[in-house]
């Protein structure tokens, strides 16, 4: 069967599949934990309201005016990665001693899909700057929102917290590890199928028949070193000192 077929090739080379795994996932986790700079992640949280009335509790929800703020979240996550607001960010706070462009890079803006919350995350190699990143340019957003559209429906839900105990985002090695532990055994397998494919020597009576069309007379074992038995140097000199004749010729 061809399931077979495909396990003996992987099974006849295990030794190189291993290898592969074995030097890979070491040489990963090795440059994950010894290489790779740890990188932090801070976050802070923002509400788009109505702005009709952003702290009546006594009227129902307007749904309209729900999807309407859902809508201009999209807005949003587009306006606050401009430069318009980044610059004045950079400017506003110059003990961060960044800069739009590094702002750009190291903002991210995500929302949960239906929901009038979106969430400001800052990626630096220092949490309590990222914090401090988020939480500029969540203030200097809330700000110019009321003078670039004329609206004071953002409310914050909460600031990052600069001094939160917080493990390193990335890199992560047990999942990097995982990752070349399944790459390298792919490798391996699609490596012995390849080597296998380059061998064109005969192993089994069906490849002899299929290639030669000739039945299998007969198989010859391979041999083995230690199988084939030799008399000893002893025995050898035995052998020699009986074998040997004195002869005496007179003149």
Same mark, same amino acid.
């Given at each position: ?63 309209? *005016? ?7 979240? %999209?807005? +949003?996550?587009?306006? /606050?990665? #401009?430069?318009?607001? @980044? ?42 700057? *990222? ?7 969540? %203030?200097? +957003?809330?700000?110019? /929102?009321? #003078?670039?559209?004329? @609206? ?63 039945? @299998? ?35």
């Amino acid at each position: 069967m061809e399931i077979q077929r495909y396990w003996s090739v992987v099974r006849k080379r295990l030794w190189l599949i291993a290898l592969i795994t074995i030097a890979m996932c070491t040489a990963v986790g090795y440059y994950t934990s010894q290489h790779m700079r740890p990188t932090y992640q801070a976050a802070a949280k923002l509400m788009v309201y109505e702005s009709e009335a952003p702290g009546n509790t006594t009227s129902a929800p307007d749904a309209g *005016a729900i999807n309407s703020n859902i809508l201009l979240i %999209k807005t +949003f996550k587009q306006l /606050i990665l #401009t430069p318009r607001i @980044l610059d004045k960010v950079a400017a506003a706070y110059p003990d961060l001693h960044t800069t739009a462009g590094e702002l750009s890079a190291k903002i991210g803006i995500s929302s949960v899909s239906e929901t009038q919350i979106m969430t400001v995350i800052a990626t630096d190699g220092s949490y309590e700057r *990222a914090a401090d990143m988020a939480n500029a340019v969540t %203030k200097v +957003f809330q700000e110019e /929102i009321r #003078t670039l559209m004329n @609206l004071n429906n953002v409310s914050v839900l909460n600031w990052a917290d600069p001094e939160a105990p917080r493990g390193p985002s990335s890199p992560s090695p047990a999942k990097n590890v995982a990752i070349a532990f399944v790459l390298s055994i792919l490798i391996g397998i699609a490596l012995s199928f390849l080597l296998d494919h380059m061998d064109d020597s005969v192993k089994t009576e069906q490849e002899v028949r299929a290639k030669l069309g000739l039945p @299998l007379l007969a198989d010859v074992p391979r041999i083995k070193r230690r199988d084939l038995i030799e008399p000893d140097d002893s025995e050898r000199t035995t052998m020699g000192a009986r074998g040997k004749t004195n002869v005496t010729m007179d003149a």
